[in-house]
């Protein structure tokens, strides 16, 4: 098949022009892509037309060159910056060629002046952060999905590409992670750049994600975390010049001095309110000295006014029987 090409095909007949060659050494990992999307389409007999997606124009130039190769017509639309190369199958197709790029490179490296591969380096923001991504996650699996349900799909949108599927912890997502190794991180970020959105449009077509984002992995522990997720702030920023900033723009506090026997709210307030319960425990204790003593004020009169009532009742009696007799003179 077209698609599963031998590294042990090598003879020397080379099926691409000079010209394709020379600008894929230019930019080995974006160009192995761009023919992994080629591939694709020239296997796909229902597919008869192909549009990529908006690039530069030496890039351009290398699609027209490669469609050429294969056996494609190519034509540029739009304007820029949506300048874009579009493929068609005419009946001078016949199927794509036997040879991969590398390969072809390898039979005529002498004769292409091209000491080695050179990555471009891609135009960024004085403030944007460069990432090394090392792989594409999956967000939002679907329920239950399966290895055995996801691999295919994997497969058919990455043919020449073999990528290791690893089921994330706490259902954070899906992991691809290329089992080749490159040669410099650039070239695999660049790679994954192009491949994500021909795995994005299988994986929705078929429902099991909710998006595929380009992803950096810790792959030195036992399970595999992400470090750094496309359109998520990098924790290097977060953690490193934010903090710093942050730090710089915190007031520095200053203690506070109180004077000699001050002290503090909450104290006076506990101290306060003990005195007042203090205090009413007082006037407590002195009211009731006060009734204990009314009640023997009142007690010790009673006893006085019994007794004077027995003295005059005494004197009473003792008058009545020596009453003074009266006399005629």
Known sequence: MALHISDDHTDDHVPYSTATLQMYLEDVAWAHAQEEALRLFAADETQKRYGCQPMKSRQRSFIHSLAEDFG??????????????????????????????????????????????????????????????NGLMLTKPKFALTEDELRPVVKKATPTIDLDIVFLP??????????????????????????????????????????????????????????????????????????????????????????????????????????????????????????EAQVVDDWEKEVEEEERNEVDSERVDTDIPGEPSTSMA
């Not at 975390?225 to 520095?252: E, M």
């Open 170 to 291: 706490n259902d954070e997502g899906v992991a691809l992670l290329p089992s080749m190794s490159w040669e410099t991180p650039e070239q695999l970020t660049t790679l994954l750049t192009s491949l994500q959105p021909t795995i994005a449009g299988e994986v929705s077509k078929h429902n099991l994600a909710g998006s595929v984002v380009l992803c950096q992995f810790d792959t030195t522990g036992i399970d595999i975390k992400v470090v750094q997720q496309q359109g998520k702030p990098s924790d290097n920023l977060t953690n490193g010049w934010s903090k710093v900033a942050a730090r710089r723009a915190a007031p520095v506090p200053v203690p506070q001095v109180r004077p000699v026997g001050q002290r503090p709210v909450y104290t006076v307030l506990g101290s306060r309110l003990a005195e007042a319960k203090k205090k009413k425990e007082e006037n407590e204790a002195k009211l009731r000295k006060r009734i």
């Open 72 to 133: 494609f017509d190519s034509e540029s639309l739009d304007p820029e910056p949506h300048r874009h190369v579009v493929l068609f199958k005419t009946p001078k197709f016949v199927a794509a060629p036997m040879k991969t790029l590398v390969q072809a490179a390898r039979v005529k490296r002498a004769q292409l002046n091209v000491p080695a591969p050179v990555q471009s380096a891609p135009e960024r923001k004085a403030d944007e952060v460069k990432h090394e991504y």
